[in-house]
């Protein structure tokens, strides 16, 4: 009683399923390629090293002598009227706008992540391999973000403030 022409296409559903399949790729390729072109910055402005710690930063400007220095969440006693409780460090790391800068962020310890999300920056840092992003921002002001993973007890007392300027 069934048609066995109709229940046993099988050309059909090779054709259904490779199509859909090729239109896939095609759009795919393209985009991978610009997606990586649009990633690098060739000639940066600054290179910086951002090194995490349990419980602090290091960060490195390898481009001016290896001018280096830790940047710790200030305890609340030392924050001045109009600072953010939690998110304030000792030393700032200061970056010119509408130059491209190249972050190199790596981990001394566990794993730990490099995140200002108000400039949309977020990247891993694991202990042994080193880790880049670029950006170049477009507004000056103090962004402030933290790491963003589970890496040991007090692991979001980790704040990280970027100041940029003109």
């Known amino acids: 009683l069934t048609n066995t022409n109709i229940t046993d296409a099988q050309e059909m559903e090779t054709i259904w399923t490779i199509l859909p399949a090729m239109i896939l790729i095609l759009i795919a390729l393209p985009s991978l390629r610009i997606l990586y072109l649009a990633d690098e910055i060739n000639n940066p402005s600054f290179t910086i090293k951002s090194i995490g710690h349990q419980w602090y930063w290091t960060y490195e400007y390898t481009d ?75 507004r000056p002001g103090v962004y402030y973000g933290q790491c963003s ?3 040991g007890a007090n692991h979001s007392f980790m704040p990280i403030v970027a100041e940029l300027i003109p």
């Open 149 to 151: 993973e589970i890496c």
């Open 64 to 138: 001016y002598g290896g001018l280096i220095f830790n940047s710790y969440m200030l305890p609340p006693l030392f924050l001045n009227p109009g600072d953010l409780r939690l998110l304030e460090v000792d030393n700032r790391v200061v970056l010119p706008i509408e130059a491209p800068v190249r972050m190199m962020i790596t981990s001394q310890d566990v794993l730990h992540s490099w995140t200002i999300p108000t400039l949309g920056l977020k990247t891993d840092a694991v202990p042994g391999r080193l880790n880049q992003t670029t950006f170049t921002a477009t």
